[in-house]
C-alpha cells in the first residue's frame, strides 16, 4: 500500500517561493500518478497539479499554471512542488495523492497524506 507525507509548508511572504515535498513508503512511487491538492478554510479541496508515470506529463489548474512547478526527484522515490510569486489567496492546507490516473479530481486518488500548512502573509 503507497503511504504518502508531505513536508516544506510554513510561512511565506507575499511573492515568495517554498517547495513541497511528498515522500513515498509502502511500495515504489515509480507506477503512481501524484496529485497535489490544497484546502482552505471554508473552501472546497481543490486539484491543482499533477505527474503521471513514465512520460512525466504534468497537468496544472489555471490559477497556479505559470507559477508552480510539479517534478520528481532523481531518485524518483518524491514528488516535489515548487511554488514560486506566491499570493495570500495561496495559503491552505497542501496535499499529496497518488492514484492510477493523472487528473485534479480528487476521487482518481486513493491514497492520501496528512497535508502541510501553507501560509503567505506579510
Known amino acids: 500500500q503507497l503511504q504518502l507525507v508531505e513536508s516544506g509548508g510554513g510561512l511565506v511572504q507575499p511573492g515568495g517561493s517554498l517547495r513541497l515535498s511528498c515522500a513515498a513508503s509502502?511500495?515504489?512511487?515509480?507506477?503512481?500518478?501524484i496529485g497535489w491538492f490544497r484546502q482552505a478554510p471554508g473552501k472546497a479541496r481543490e486539484g491543482i497539479a499533477c505527474i503521471s508515470p513514465f512520460t512525466d506529463n504534468t497537468f496544472y489548474v489555471d490559477s497556479v499554471r505559470h507559477r508552480f512547478r510539479i517534478s520528481r526527484d532523481n531518485a524518483k522515490n518524491k514528488v516535489s512542488l515548487e511554488m514560486y510569486l506566491l499570493r495570500p489567496e495561496d495559503t491552505a492546507v497542501y496535499y499529496c495523492a497518488g492514484g492510477r490516473g493523472c487528473s485534479l479530481t480528487a476521487d482518481n486518488f486513493r491514497s492520501w497524506g496528512q497535508g502541510t500548512q501553507v501560509t503567505v502573509s506579510s
Open positions: 509502502g511500495q515504489t512511487l515509480e507506477y503512481s500518478a
